[in-house]
């Protein structure tokens, strides 16, 4: 094995080295050894790929569907997410010129930040958020200015940025809107987004607007902030948490055709294409009359099970903000039990093999809070209450 040439190690990228290592992946790797843990740590749905959209997949297989597809993915699939983002959230876009397909949702903030950012640019992200947008804006050369929504329920306040557009002015480049939210399960109402969409229209400020838990909103229909700000909107989304299409690898960029075409450079520069039978699985997920029902027939599921785990925890003493949407519930821990939410998640892993991730790896506002997935089954959400509620009791009776 090779060791790296001493010298090389002293002038590698310096970017990567202002970036940490994935918090929660590093909590995973520490709980996942100890014997009978349950895990409710994962942001992955636990369904199946729906069969008719696997069944895609295989036939462009077996047809030989194995050349280069256009950049910005197949036009197929590009028309089917057009039809998608008209019929479910009333949202405009040419196939041709506006929708790029990526690898994943992940890349579609990847591309979207390096697409936009130059070097010290600043980057709004409300907190807690999903932690991927602050390795991607440090490594695109950005800076992220975060700004915690703890006191207003998770949900960032008009005058709050408002007070960051004035502090910072127009060193500011984009913002991260990401509703229904990871960690946090809330979702936005029209009005909170619209009152949001009055400010920034009054400013140059690009929205990356990353509305992958969209299909998973369980009271008001989803509104996507494009719908007041079209021309300064890059509106994320894709099949991984809709369709259970994690490890398909599909996700997609739609926005205006400028914005769009610096997009797809990156997209193209960074990966070519996306793969083509995941990219035909999902234009059947998106484009069908089964395919859209499917995700309506999964959030149902996840209803249920988000029902279940309120009221459970509720009982226990736990503050949980409204779960609107996605498949997280984030939990203030009681204030008789130990607040500081990596301590009890490490304690509540090794005394009742039970493992959430700590409210902190969120970012500000996370703090004595927990997150839990429930992208899991009925029988392990219940198993999951039965250790929790023990080691709640065991706690209480010290
Ligand atoms: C808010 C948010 N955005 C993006 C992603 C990434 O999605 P994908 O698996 O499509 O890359 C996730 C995955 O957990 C997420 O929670």
Same mark, same amino acid.
């Given at each position: 094995?090779?060791?790296?040439?001493?010298?090389?190690?002293?002038?590698?990228?310096?970017?990567?080295?202002?970036?940490?290592?994935?918090?929660?992946?590093?909590?995973?790797?520490?709980?996942?050894?100890?014997?009978?843990?349950?895990?409710?740590?994962?942001?992955?749905?636990?369904?199946?790929?729906?069969?008719?959209?696997?069944?895609?997949?295989?036939?462009?297989?077996?047809?030989?569907?194995?050349?280069?597809?256009?950049?910005?993915?197949?036009?197929?699939?590009?028309?089917?997410?057009?039809?998608?983002?008209?019929?479910?959230?009333?949202?405009?876009?040419?196939?041709?010129?506006?929708?790029?397909?990526?690898?994943?949702?992940?890349?579609?903030?990847?591309?979207?930040?390096?697409?936009?950012?130059?070097?010290?640019?600043?980057?709004?992200?409300?907190?807690?958020?999903?932690?991927?947008?602050?390795?991607?804006?440090?490594?695109?050369?950005?800076?992220?200015?975060?700004?915690?929504?703890?006191?207003?329920?998770?949900?960032?306040?008009?005058?709050?940025?408002?007070?960051?557009?004035?502090?910072?002015?127009?060193?500011?480049?984009?913002?991260?809107?990401?509703?229904?939210?990871?960690?946090?399960?809330?979702?936005?109402?029209?009005?909170?987004?619209?009152?949001?969409?009055? &400010?920034? @229209?009054?400013?140059?400020?690009?929205? $990356?607007?990353?509305? +992958?838990? =969209?299909? /998973?909103?369980?009271? !008001?229909?989803?509104?996507?902030?494009?719908?007041?700000?079209?021309?300064?909107?890059?509106?994320?989304?894709?099949?991984?948490?809709?369709?259970?299409?994690?490890?398909?690898?599909?996700?997609?960029?739609?926005?205006?055709?400028?914005?769009?075409?610096?997009?797809?450079?990156?997209?193209?520069?960074?990966?070519?294409?996306?793969?083509?039978?995941?990219?035909?699985?999902?234009?059947?997920?998106?484009?069908?009359?089964?395919?859209?029902?499917?995700?309506?027939?999964?959030?149902?599921?996840?209803?249920?099970?988000?029902?279940?785990?309120?009221?459970?925890?509720?009982?226990?003493?736990?503050? &949980?903000? @409204?779960?609107?949407?996605?498949?997280? $519930?984030?939990?203030? +821990?009681? =204030?008789? /039990?130990?607040?500081? !939410?990596?301590?009890?998640?490490?304690?509540?892993?090794?005394?009742?093999?039970?493992?959430?991730?700590?409210?902190?790896?969120?970012?500000?506002?996370?703090?004595?809070?927990?997150?839990?997935?429930?992208?899991?089954?009925?029988?392990?959400?219940?198993?999951?209450?039965?250790?929790?509620?023990?080691?709640?009791?065991?706690?209480?009776?010290?």
């Amino acid at each position: 094995m090779p060791d790296t040439k001493p010298a090389i190690l002293d002038h590698l990228n310096q970017r990567l080295n202002l970036v940490k290592p994935s918090a929660i992946r590093a909590f995973d790797n520490e709980v996942s050894p100890i014997p009978g843990i349950l895990k409710l740590t994962l942001g992955e749905p636990d369904f199946d790929v729906p069969e008719h959209a696997k069944q895609a997949a295989v036939a462009a297989i077996e047809a030989n569907d194995s050349h280069y597809s256009a950049s910005n993915g197949k036009i197929e699939l590009r028309r089917a997410i057009a039809g998608f983002l008209a019929d479910r959230y009333g949202l405009h876009y040419q196939p041709e010129s506006e929708i790029v397909v990526t690898t994943g949702a992940t890349e579609a903030i990847y591309d979207s930040l390096t697409a936009l950012l130059n070097p010290g640019d600043k980057v709004l992200i409300p907190t807690p958020a999903f932690p991927l947008y602050t390795p991607v804006t440090v490594m695109a050369g950005g800076e992220p200015i975060y700004l915690n929504t703890e006191e207003n329920g998770f949900v960032l306040r008009p005058e709050q940025l408002q007070a960051a557009i004035d502090q910072y002015g127009d060193e500011i480049k984009a913002i991260v809107l990401n509703y229904p939210s990871n960690p946090t399960g809330v979702v936005y109402s029209e009005d909170e987004i619209k009152a949001l969409a009055d &400010i920034l @229209k009054q400013t140059d400020i690009v929205v $990356i607007s990353d509305e +992958i838990y =969209a299909e /998973l909103s369980y009271g !008001d229909a989803h509104t996507s902030i494009a719908k007041f700000l079209p021309d300064q909107t890059l509106v994320l989304n894709g099949v991984s948490k809709s369709h259970a299409m994690t490890g398909y690898r599909i996700g997609f960029v739609a926005g205006p055709a400028e914005l769009i075409k610096r997009v797809g450079m990156v997209h193209q520069f960074a990966t070519t294409t996306a793969s083509n039978p995941a990219m035909v699985a999902a234009t059947e997920a998106l484009s069908t009359v089964q395919g859209k029902q499917d995700s309506l027939d999964m959030r149902e599921a996840y209803r249920e099970r988000r029902d279940y785990l309120y009221k459970e925890l509720s009982d226990l003493g736990f503050e &949980i903000p @409204k779960p609107d949407g996605a498949f997280y $519930i984030f939990a203030k +821990i009681p =204030a008789d /039990l130990d607040q500081d !939410d990596l301590a009890f998640s490490r304690d509540l892993a090794k005394q009742n093999k039970l493992a959430f991730v700590p409210g902190s790896f969120f970012g500000p506002g996370g703090e004595s809070y927990v997150r839990l997935s429930y992208a899991a089954s009925m029988d392990n959400l219940k198993e999951a209450v039965k250790r929790l509620t023990a080691y709640v009791e065991d706690q209480r009776a010290k």
